[in-house]
C-alpha cells in the first residue's frame, strides 16, 4: 500500500506539474518548459519505481546515495536562491532619492502587460515620497511590441500625472543587465542615491547586478506581482540567479 501511495503522489505531482505547464504555454509565459520537465521528472521516477517493485529488482545502495546526494545539493541551492529572492520582496525605497530606475517588463502591443502596470503603478505612488527624483524608464523593443517599453512606460506615467521633464528614456537595452548598464551611460546614477523598481521576485537580483557594476548607493522599490503566476515567477528566478552567478555578473 506504501508503494502505491507513493507512485500515486508521483502521478499527482507530475499531473499538476503539466496542467501548470499548459496554462502558462496558453498565455505564452517564457520559461514554461520548466513544469514539462517537472511532470516527466516525476512521472519518471513513478515509472521506474514501479517497474523496479515488479520485477524485484534491487538498486545498488551506491547509486542510490549518488542520486539522493545530486538532488539534495541541488535543492539546497534552490532554497537557498529562493531565501535570497524572499529577502527583498517587500523592499521600501530610501527617502530623497536622486534617480528612480523603473525597469521595463513585457508591452503587449502599446499596453503595458501585468507585470509592468504594476512596476509604473508602485513608481507613480512612491514618486512623490522619495522627493520627486528624475525617473530612468529603462526598456527597448521586442517581439510582439509596437513601441519600445519606455515609451509605453513614458506615456502611462504622464497620464498619471508625472511630468515628461522628469524621465529620462532608456529605449535599447533588452536585459536586466543593460538596464542598469544604459541607464549609467544616460545619467550619474551610479554615483547617486538610485532607486530600482520592479517585480517583488525580481528585485533581490536587480540589486546585486547593480552592486557588481558599481552602483554606490542603490535601493530596490518592490512592486507586486501576479498571484497566479507567483509559483513560476519563483522558480524562474532561482534559476536565474544562479545563472548569473555562474556567468559572474552578481
Not at 554606490?216 to 506581482?225: E, I
Request: hydrophobic content about 45%.
Amino acid at each position: 500500500e506504501g508503494e502505491w501511495n507513493m507512485e500515486l503522489i508521483l502521478g499527482i505531482l507530475g499531473l499538476l506539474c503539466a496542467l501548470y505547464f499548459a496554462l502558462l504555454v496558453s498565455i505564452g509565459m517564457d520559461f514554461s518548459w520548466i513544469w514539462l520537465v517537472g511532470a516527466v521528472l516525476f512521472w519518471g521516477i513513478a515509472a521506474v519505481h514501479k517497474y523496479t517493485v515488479l520485477h524485484s529488482i534491487v538498486i545498488a545502495k551506491g547509486l542510490k546515495i549518488a542520486v539522493i546526494a545530486v538532488f539534495a545539493v541541488g535543492l539546497l541551492i534552490f532554497m537557498i536562491a529562493e531565501g535570497c529572492i524572499v529577502s527583498r520582496m517587500s523592499a521600501e525605497p530610501k527617502e530623497n532619492l536622486d534617480y528612480m530606475i523603473v525597469l521595463g517588463a513585457q508591452v503587449h502591443g502599446e499596453r503595458p502587460s501585468r507585470a509592468l502596470k504594476l512596476r509604473l503603478e508602485k513608481a507613480t505612488q512612491e514618486w512623490e515620497r522619495c522627493g520627486k527624483p528624475i525617473l530612468l524608464l529603462s526598456g527597448g523593443q521586442g517581439d510582439g511590441e509596437s513601441i519600445t517599453e519606455a515609451e509605453c512606460m513614458k506615456r502611462f506615467l504622464v497620464e498619471k500625472g508625472i511630468p515628461e521633464d522628469k524621465m529620462i528614456l532608456e529605449d535599447e537595452s533588452v536585459s536586466t543587465m543593460e538596464n542598469l548598464q544604459f541607464c549609467e551611460r544616460l545619467s550619474d546614477c551610479k554615483e547617486k542615491k538610485t532607486g530600482i523598481v520592479s517585480n517583488n521576485f525580481h528585485v533581490y537580483r536587480a540589486l546585486k547586478l547593480a552592486k557588481k557594476q558599481g552602483y554606490q548607493d542603490v535601493c530596490g522599490v518592490a512592486a507586486g506581482s501576479d498571484w497566479r503566476y507567483q509559483i513560476h515567477y519563483m522558480v524562474r528566478e532561482a534559476f536565474a540567479l544562479v545563472k548569473e552567478k555562474i556567468k559572474g555578473n552578481i
